[in-house]
């Protein structure tokens, strides 16, 4: 029988770059990149743009020649679209168990030691090729008897396209797990990173290798105690459980922030930002069952402006709310509190802070006498995120945000790709 204590890690190959090439097969193993919201940076990369040393994060005009003489396909962020992939992947992830752990949009840990698998290479290898199948994103599977040690089996299975796809390191001697991570650079373990790889370089330690050969004792005082639970992990001692999803009680707050396309003075154009910031807090506040007791609002000037501006304002809640109406009313509030039309703004954003379960609710004597309102503000929320789940992420709107037509402060997207598959009018067609 196996272990319980072995994890896998599904990561997503590329992740932006394998969304956009689902609905174009025309571009399987051409150069393709992803720009920032205002297509400024590079934040996302195929193999064939990192083979041409374009670094994540690069500035696009920076590399302007580069990618022109080599063909690059440009791509403006299409975050609806990798949503909805992030979502495909782990309901393709969850008819194999209910043990997730949905660790960013692009990663998931499985717990899989319950499970009756004989061959966990063969069994990592197969599940790559269902999610391949199932949702057209080529992900890489790593299953160790630590989450991570799991997570260097994929940073080895992307190093290697020999390996297919999957690696295994369950019930590995020490000298083969060994060498293994000697192919792994100690700043890609997870929980080093390049803050503390310069100093393990310094004391001789270049590998995941090394990292696992020391004492867990020398380690401590090293890097911590979150360093040595780190090296106990490369040796197999499992010291990080999976979270069955992060608990919503524990995030305090939640921002919507942009830049914009251009720099804008004009009131009503700050108020459709403001507002439409707001509205996707809400959104994700219900999905996240919780509320807000308070709403932040702050504006920005351009970097480099003669005249700096970045007022904020906290406008409390008369309490605790989901509803994207009473939300929206007092971010639209705050921007008051701070507009100024002697500045032009480049950057604006809405923070909900002190947020609670929605059990958590303790309702005022006002709430009390006005409860049947109350829930019948919450059915229209209901509503509200059905219809929009069903025929398009905005399909309705808050009057606040203006027409679609009208978001002019919305940041520069030139080459974004259709919202294939969140949109019924930019569904893929045949022919």
Same mark, same amino acid.
């Given at each position: 029988?196996?272990?319980?204590?072995?994890?896998?890690?599904?990561?997503?190959?590329?992740?932006?770059?394998?969304?956009?090439?689902?609905?174009?097969?025309?571009?399987?193993?051409?150069?393709?990149?992803?720009?920032?919201?205002?297509?400024?940076?590079?934040?996302?990369?195929?193999?064939?743009?990192?083979?041409?040393?374009?670094?994540?994060?690069?500035?696009?005009?920076?590399?302007?020649?580069?990618?022109?003489?080599?063909?690059?396909?440009?791509?403006?962020?299409?975050?609806?679209?990798?949503?909805?992939?992030?979502?495909?992947?782990?309901?393709?992830?969850?008819?194999?168990?209910?043990?997730?752990?949905?660790?960013?949009?692009?990663?998931?840990?499985?717990?899989?030691?319950?499970? !009756?698998?004989?061959?966990?290479?063969?069994?990592?290898?197969?599940?790559?090729?269902?999610?391949?199948?199932?949702?057209?994103?080529?992900?890489?599977?790593?299953?160790?008897?630590?989450?991570?040690?799991?997570?260097?089996?994929?940073?080895?299975?992307?190093?290697?396209?020999?390996?297919?796809?999957?690696?295994?390191?369950?019930?590995?001697?020490?000298?083969?797990?060994?060498?293994?991570?000697?192919?792994?650079?100690?700043?890609?373990?997870?929980?080093?990173?390049?803050?503390?790889?310069?100093?393990?370089?310094?004391?001789?330690? @270049?590998?995941?290798?090394?990292?696992?050969?020391?004492?867990?004792?020398?380690?401590?005082?090293?890097?911590?105690?979150?360093?040595?639970?780190?090296?106990?992990?490369?040796?197999?001692?499992?010291?990080?459980?999976?979270?069955?999803?992060?608990?919503?009680?524990?995030?305090?707050?939640?921002?919507?922030?942009?830049?914009?396309?251009?720099?804008?003075?004009?009131?009503?154009?700050?108020?459709?930002?403001?507002?439409?910031?707001?509205?996707?807090?809400?959104?994700?506040?219900? @999905?996240?069952?919780?509320?807000?007791?308070?709403?932040?609002?702050?504006?920005?000037?351009?970097?480099?402006?003669?005249?700096?501006?970045?007022?904020?304002?906290?406008?409390?809640?008369?309490?605790?709310?989901?509803?994207?109406?009473?939300?929206?009313?007092?971010?639209?509030?705050? !921007?008051?509190?701070?507009?100024?039309?002697?500045?032009?703004?480049?950057?604006?954003?809405?923070?909900?802070?002190?947020? @609670?379960?929605?059990?958590?609710?303790?309702?005022?004597?006002?709430?009390?006498?006005?409860?049947?309102? !109350?829930?019948?503000?919450?059915?229209?929320?209901?509503?509200?995120?059905?219809?929009?789940?069903?025929?398009?992420?905005?399909?309705?709107?808050?009057?606040?945000?203006?027409?679609?037509?009208?978001?002019?402060?919305?940041?520069?997207?030139?080459?974004?790709?259709?919202?294939?598959?969140?949109?019924?009018?930019? !569904?893929?067609?045949?022919?």
């Amino acid at each position: 029988m196996p272990s319980n204590n072995v994890f896998a890690l599904i990561d997503c190959n590329n992740f932006f770059v394998s969304c956009e090439r689902v609905f174009r097969p025309d571009l399987a193993d051409k150069p393709v990149a992803v720009l920032s919201n205002n297509d400024g940076c590079i934040v996302a990369r195929s193999q064939e743009v990192k083979r041409l040393g374009v670094p994540m994060g690069a500035p696009e005009f920076k590399y302007r020649d580069v990618l022109s003489s080599n063909q690059v396909q440009l791509f403006s962020a299409n975050f609806s679209l990798y949503g909805d992939f992030s979502r495909r992947v782990v309901e393709a992830l969850s008819s194999y168990t209910p043990y997730i752990e949905v660790y960013s949009v692009d990663e998931s840990f499985l717990e899989v030691g319950s499970l !009756l698998i004989d061959d966990y290479h063969r069994w990592a290898a197969d599940l790559s090729r269902s999610v391949k199948r199932q949702t057209g994103i080529p992900v890489s599977v790593g299953v160790a008897p630590t989450k991570t040690l799991a997570k260097a089996a994929t940073e080895l299975v992307k190093r290697d396209p020999a390996l297919g796809g999957a690696l295994s390191l369950v019930e590995l001697s020490p000298i083969k797990l060994k060498k293994h991570l000697d192919k792994l650079p100690v700043e890609e373990v997870w929980g080093i990173g390049r803050r503390l790889a310069p100093k393990l370089k310094q004391l001789e330690v @270049r590998t995941a290798g090394d990292l696992m050969s020391v004492s867990p004792r020398w380690a401590k005082p090293q890097l911590t105690v979150r360093g040595e639970k780190t090296v106990r992990e490369l040796k197999g001692e499992a010291c990080f459980e999976l979270s069955r999803g992060r608990a919503n009680h524990e995030q305090k707050t939640l921002a919507v922030t942009r830049s914009f396309g251009q720099q804008i003075r004009a009131v009503h154009q700050l108020e459709s930002a403001v507002a439409s910031f707001a509205t996707k807090a809400s959104i994700r506040l219900r @999905r996240q069952k919780q509320l807000a007791a308070a709403l932040a609002v702050f504006i920005r000037t351009g970097v480099g402006a003669s005249q700096p501006y970045t007022p904020s304002t906290l406008v409390r809640l008369d309490y605790p709310t989901a509803d994207t109406s009473r939300l929206v009313q007092a971010a639209v509030d705050g !921007l008051a509190r701070i507009y100024s039309p002697h500045h032009a703004i480049k950057r604006a954003g809405v923070i909900l802070v002190d947020l @609670r379960p929605q059990t958590a609710q303790q309702m005022t004597l006002t709430q009390q006498n006005n409860a049947d309102e !109350l829930d019948r503000r919450d059915r229209l929320m209901a509503v509200f995120d059905s219809l929009n789940k069903r025929y398009g992420t905005r399909v309705i709107r808050v009057a606040a945000e203006g027409p679609p037509a009208k978001t002019d402060w919305l940041s520069r997207r030139q080459n974004i790709s259709p919202q294939y598959t969140t949109n019924w009018s930019q !569904l893929a067609t045949l022919g």
